[in-house]
Protein backbone atom coordinates (compact mmCIF):
# COMPACT_ATOMS: atom_id res chain seq x y z
CA UNK A 1 0.00 0.00 0.00
CA UNK A 2 0.77 3.76 -0.51
CA UNK A 3 1.21 6.43 2.01
CA UNK A 4 -1.90 8.18 1.61
CA UNK A 5 -3.64 4.55 2.04
CA UNK A 6 -1.25 3.74 5.06
CA UNK A 7 -2.42 7.23 6.49
CA UNK A 8 -6.53 5.89 6.21
CA UNK A 9 -5.30 2.66 7.97
CA UNK A 10 -4.17 4.34 10.88
CA UNK A 11 -6.72 6.87 11.17
CA UNK A 12 -9.50 4.04 11.13
CA UNK A 13 -7.82 2.43 13.61
CA UNK A 14 -7.50 5.05 16.02
CA UNK A 15 -11.28 5.91 15.49
CA UNK A 16 -11.82 2.08 16.31
CA UNK A 17 -9.31 1.81 19.02
CA UNK A 18 -11.17 5.10 20.36
CA UNK A 19 -14.84 3.53 19.98
CA UNK A 20 -14.10 0.11 21.78
CA UNK A 21 -13.56 2.29 24.88
CA UNK A 22 -15.98 4.94 24.61
CA UNK A 23 -13.98 8.07 23.61
CA UNK A 24 -15.20 10.66 22.05
CA UNK A 25 -14.85 10.67 18.25
CA UNK A 26 -11.79 13.20 17.62
CA UNK A 27 -10.35 12.94 21.33
CA UNK A 28 -7.07 10.93 20.00
CA UNK A 29 -4.55 13.61 17.95
CA UNK A 30 -2.33 11.66 14.69
CA UNK A 31 1.34 13.05 15.16
CA UNK A 32 2.85 11.72 11.74
CA UNK A 33 6.27 11.10 12.40
CA UNK A 34 7.82 11.89 9.02
CA UNK A 35 11.46 12.05 10.64
CA UNK A 36 14.58 10.72 8.10
CA UNK A 37 11.70 11.34 5.60
CA UNK A 38 12.78 13.61 2.56
CA UNK A 39 10.05 16.37 1.51
CA UNK A 40 8.95 14.25 -1.76
CA UNK A 41 7.45 11.43 0.96
CA UNK A 42 5.63 14.27 3.12
CA UNK A 43 3.83 15.94 0.14
CA UNK A 44 1.17 12.95 -0.28
CA UNK A 45 0.69 12.76 3.18
CA UNK A 46 -0.25 16.47 3.75
CA UNK A 47 -2.35 16.09 0.25
CA UNK A 48 -4.20 13.70 1.86
CA UNK A 49 -5.31 16.10 4.68
CA UNK A 50 -2.96 15.16 7.52
CA UNK A 51 -2.09 18.28 9.07
CA UNK A 52 0.60 17.37 12.36
CA UNK A 53 4.02 16.03 11.96
CA UNK A 54 7.05 14.75 13.76
CA UNK A 55 10.30 15.15 13.95
CA UNK A 56 13.04 13.90 15.76
CA UNK A 57 15.80 16.84 15.67
CA UNK A 58 15.57 20.46 14.80
CA UNK A 59 18.49 20.72 12.15
CA UNK A 60 16.45 18.21 9.39
CA UNK A 61 13.12 19.92 10.41
CA UNK A 62 14.93 23.22 9.25
CA UNK A 63 15.59 21.88 6.40
CA UNK A 64 12.40 20.62 5.39
CA UNK A 65 9.13 22.34 6.62
CA UNK A 66 9.77 26.06 5.85
CA UNK A 67 8.92 25.16 2.26
CA UNK A 68 6.43 22.56 2.75
CA UNK A 69 4.84 25.61 4.95
CA UNK A 70 4.92 27.88 2.29
CA UNK A 71 2.68 25.12 0.24
CA UNK A 72 0.36 23.97 2.93
CA UNK A 73 -1.46 26.11 5.44
CA UNK A 74 -2.11 24.70 9.28
CA UNK A 75 0.80 22.76 9.67
CA UNK A 76 1.45 21.76 13.43
CA UNK A 77 4.95 20.37 13.87
CA UNK A 78 5.92 18.62 17.08
CA UNK A 79 9.85 17.70 18.01
CA UNK A 80 9.91 14.52 19.41
CA UNK A 81 12.95 13.71 19.40
CA UNK A 82 16.14 15.02 22.60
CA UNK A 83 16.87 18.96 22.18
CA UNK A 84 19.94 20.16 23.43
CA UNK A 85 20.19 23.21 24.95
CA UNK A 86 21.56 25.14 22.11
CA UNK A 87 19.46 23.85 19.63
CA UNK A 88 16.27 25.65 21.81
CA UNK A 89 16.33 28.66 19.84
CA UNK A 90 15.91 27.17 16.40
CA UNK A 91 12.84 25.03 18.47
CA UNK A 92 11.22 27.67 19.83
CA UNK A 93 11.09 29.71 16.51
CA UNK A 94 10.02 26.44 14.67
CA UNK A 95 7.88 23.97 16.44
CA UNK A 96 4.63 24.59 17.64
CA UNK A 97 4.51 22.07 19.80
CA UNK A 98 7.63 20.83 22.43
CA UNK A 99 7.25 17.04 23.94
CA UNK A 100 10.75 16.62 25.10
CA UNK A 101 11.64 18.67 28.09
CA UNK A 102 13.02 16.34 29.59
CA UNK A 103 15.56 18.42 32.71
CA UNK A 104 16.40 21.53 34.13
CA UNK A 105 18.96 22.70 31.74
CA UNK A 106 16.15 22.37 28.73
CA UNK A 107 13.44 24.06 30.71
CA UNK A 108 15.44 27.09 31.65
CA UNK A 109 16.89 27.27 28.00
CA UNK A 110 13.11 27.33 26.55
CA UNK A 111 11.92 29.42 29.75
CA UNK A 112 14.28 32.22 28.12
CA UNK A 113 13.97 31.71 24.49
CA UNK A 114 10.24 31.92 24.96
CA UNK A 115 10.24 34.81 26.72
CA UNK A 116 12.92 36.12 24.06
CA UNK A 117 11.24 35.70 21.29
CA UNK A 118 7.67 36.14 22.12
CA UNK A 119 6.54 32.92 20.67
CA UNK A 120 4.86 30.10 22.81
CA UNK A 121 5.08 26.47 21.57
CA UNK A 122 2.78 23.96 23.73
CA UNK A 123 5.13 21.73 25.96
CA UNK A 124 5.07 18.04 27.11
CA UNK A 125 7.89 16.77 29.95
CA UNK A 126 9.18 13.28 29.03
CA UNK A 127 8.94 10.74 31.34
CA UNK A 128 11.20 7.80 31.31
CA UNK A 129 8.79 5.26 32.79
CA UNK A 130 11.09 2.49 32.97
CA UNK A 131 14.02 4.35 34.54
CA UNK A 132 16.05 3.52 31.43
CA UNK A 133 19.74 4.95 31.23
CA UNK A 134 20.04 5.43 28.43
CA UNK A 135 16.97 6.94 27.33
CA UNK A 136 15.66 11.02 27.75
CA UNK A 137 13.14 11.65 30.43
CA UNK A 138 12.77 12.49 33.83
CA UNK A 139 12.38 9.78 36.79
CA UNK A 140 8.53 9.41 37.40
CA UNK A 141 9.18 9.76 41.01
CA UNK A 142 10.27 13.67 39.95
CA UNK A 143 7.45 14.57 37.77
CA UNK A 144 5.72 16.93 40.32
CA UNK A 145 9.06 18.26 41.44
CA UNK A 146 9.72 18.77 37.92
CA UNK A 147 6.33 20.47 36.82
CA UNK A 148 6.38 22.78 40.03
CA UNK A 149 10.09 24.07 38.66
CA UNK A 150 8.56 24.31 35.22
CA UNK A 151 5.60 26.37 36.01
CA UNK A 152 6.00 27.94 39.45
CA UNK A 153 9.84 29.29 38.75
CA UNK A 154 10.35 29.31 34.99
CA UNK A 155 6.48 30.11 34.31
CA UNK A 156 6.49 27.50 31.10
CA UNK A 157 2.90 26.39 30.41
CA UNK A 158 3.09 22.68 30.41
CA UNK A 159 0.42 21.24 28.63
CA UNK A 160 0.77 17.50 29.12
CA UNK A 161 3.44 14.44 29.31
CA UNK A 162 5.14 11.96 27.26
CA UNK A 163 6.79 8.78 27.46
CA UNK A 164 8.62 6.05 25.17
CA UNK A 165 8.28 2.39 26.98
CA UNK A 166 11.09 0.31 26.64
CA UNK A 167 11.01 -1.72 23.42
CA UNK A 168 11.27 -5.06 25.08
CA UNK A 169 8.32 -4.75 27.97
CA UNK A 170 4.26 -4.66 27.84
CA UNK A 171 3.75 -0.94 26.99
CA UNK A 172 0.43 -1.05 29.14
CA UNK A 173 2.01 -0.30 32.50
CA UNK A 174 3.89 2.59 31.27
CA UNK A 175 1.06 4.30 29.80
CA UNK A 176 -1.17 3.77 32.85
CA UNK A 177 1.65 4.82 34.74
CA UNK A 178 1.79 7.88 32.29
CA UNK A 179 -1.92 8.56 32.46
CA UNK A 180 -1.84 8.20 36.40
CA UNK A 181 1.50 11.05 37.04
CA UNK A 182 -0.71 13.74 34.20
CA UNK A 183 -4.18 13.35 36.64
CA UNK A 184 -2.20 13.47 39.95
CA UNK A 185 -0.64 16.72 38.62
CA UNK A 186 -3.82 18.28 36.97
CA UNK A 187 -2.24 17.63 33.16
CA UNK A 188 -4.81 16.57 29.94
CA UNK A 189 -2.48 16.10 27.53
CA UNK A 190 -0.89 12.34 26.89
CA UNK A 191 1.42 11.82 23.95
CA UNK A 192 2.41 8.14 24.22
CA UNK A 193 2.03 5.22 21.39
CA UNK A 194 4.05 4.60 18.66
CA UNK A 195 3.76 2.05 15.23
CA UNK A 196 3.72 -0.69 17.45
CA UNK A 197 0.97 -0.19 19.90
CA UNK A 198 -0.49 3.18 19.41
CA UNK A 199 -4.17 1.07 19.76
CA UNK A 200 -3.16 0.33 23.16
CA UNK A 201 -1.87 3.81 23.82
CA UNK A 202 -5.32 4.99 22.74
CA UNK A 203 -7.22 2.26 24.97
CA UNK A 204 -5.25 4.17 28.23
CA UNK A 205 -6.40 7.41 27.50
CA UNK A 206 -3.40 8.64 25.18
CA UNK A 207 -4.76 12.56 23.09
CA UNK A 208 -1.42 12.24 20.79
CA UNK A 209 0.20 9.24 18.81
CA UNK A 210 3.52 9.14 17.25
CA UNK A 211 3.48 7.14 13.95
CA UNK A 212 5.67 7.00 11.57
CA UNK A 213 6.84 3.49 10.11
CA UNK A 214 2.50 2.63 9.61
CA UNK A 215 2.46 5.21 7.28
CA UNK A 216 5.43 6.28 5.47
CA UNK A 217 6.96 2.57 5.49
CA UNK A 218 10.67 1.05 6.50
CA UNK A 219 12.71 3.91 7.71
CA UNK A 220 16.70 3.96 6.34
CA UNK A 221 18.49 5.58 9.29
CA UNK A 222 21.67 7.41 7.95
CA UNK A 223 24.75 5.63 9.06
Not at 13 to 32: C, D, Q, Y
Request: aromatic share 4%; net charge negative; glycine share 8%.
Amino acid sequence: MGVTENLKTVRDTIAAAAHEVERPEGSVTLVAVSKTFPVDDIRPVLAAGQRVFGENRVQEAEAKWPVLRQETDGIELHLIGPLQSNKAAEAVALFDVIETVDREKIARALAKEIEKQGRHPKLFVQVNTGNEPQKAGIDPRETADFLALCRDELKLAIEGLMCIPPVDENPGPHFALLADLARENGLHKLSMGMSSDYQIAVAFGATHVRVGSAIFGHRDYPA
